[in-house]
């Protein structure tokens, strides 16, 4: 028999340690508020036992690889549902709406995940994508088995974004990915500053972090504008140079917007309009690189 109380949720599973010691975690827009969701953190080591290093005796070389262990984050909602609104819900988030309940769990995992990445000053934390997901599943259950991980009825959802796939995969054909970092290895080229400085701010943007976005995307601009001065030589890669030195002013002042405080949403589209052209800037470079 279904209780009648039951709690929604969003699981996600993850080959490799997401960061956060495992627990459950509450979720508040504002301190003193009601908390909307429970994060439920849980990890298993790799099930892979290699052998000790004995004394005075080299390790046995292993030709199976090490099996990974696994991480699951568990979003609940605190909201208590009857079990003719979880089974609705259920089917509705089959649908389209899939992907938007997706990426809003993901928006709290990854809040989650760069809080931890602060309070543990380590920057090797990184945030989280659907796609790299090994499992994501919507469900619902009783109060006792979502806190657990386990749920009374639950559905493994698709990817999102099979357009936002497409696009990413033209992206990565005008990039030419492995030819450059075949290039990059054998020293025939570099990874400039504004490359990395654009990838944080794009994640910032993405993760809907305004301020972030708005100051890398600033010291990103500055950085391009410099680095591109050796490319003086291509017509088109100055002409794209000079749009971007034309940034500078608009970009600067964005960023000391976000510097007292968020930044309003004209001034966010400033940003996201400055950090396109940021990135077709670089794309265009790739596309003429003689590798």
């Known amino acids: 028999m279904t209780p009648d109380r039951l709690y929604r949720f969003i699981q996600f599973e993850y080959p490799w340690p997401l960061g956060p010691v495992d627990g459950r975690y509450l979720i508040r827009d504002h301190a003193g508020e009601e908390a909307h969701h429970v994060l439920v953190f849980a990890s298993w080591a790799t099930t892979t036992q290699r052998r000790s290093r004995r004394w005075t005796r080299e390790p046995e070389p292993q030709r199976v690889p090490a099996e990974t262990g696994l991480s699951r984050a568990t979003l609940v909602e605190t909201t208590v549902v009857d079990a003719a609104t979880a089974q609705a819900w259920l089917a509705e988030i089959e649908g389209p709406a899939a992907g938007e309940a997706v990426s809003d769990g993901l928006l709290l995992v990854n809040s989650a995940i760069r809080g931890h990445r602060a309070a543990a000053a380590d920057p090797t934390v990184r945030e989280v994508t659907a796609e790299q997901a090994l499992t994501v599943r919507a469900g619902y259950g009783a109060g006792d088995e979502v806190a657990e991980g386990d749920w009374t009825q639950a559905r493994d959802l698709p990817s999102p974004g099979s357009q936002e796939g497409n696009r990413r995969q033209r992206r990565e054909a ?83 917007e976000a510097l007292q405080g968020g930044p309003s949403d004209a001034t966010t589209a400033t940003v996201s309009d400055a950090l396109e052209q940021i990135e077709a800037t670089l794309r265009a470079r790739a596309a003429v690189a003689a590798y």
């Open 174 to 256: 005008a990039l030419r990915p492995q030819e450059r970092l075949a290039a990059l290895l054998s020293g025939r080229d570099a990874v400039l500053a504004c490359e990395e400085l654009a990838l944080r701010a794009r994640l910032d943007l993405d993760q809907r972090r305004p301020r972030e976005a708005a100051l890398q995307t600033h010291i990103a601009l500055e950085a391009a504008v410099a680095e591109l001065q050796a490319y003086r030589g291509s017509e088109n890669l100055s002409r794209r140079r000079g749009e971007l030195e034309a940034l500078r002013v608009p970009m600067s002042a964005a960023a000391n």
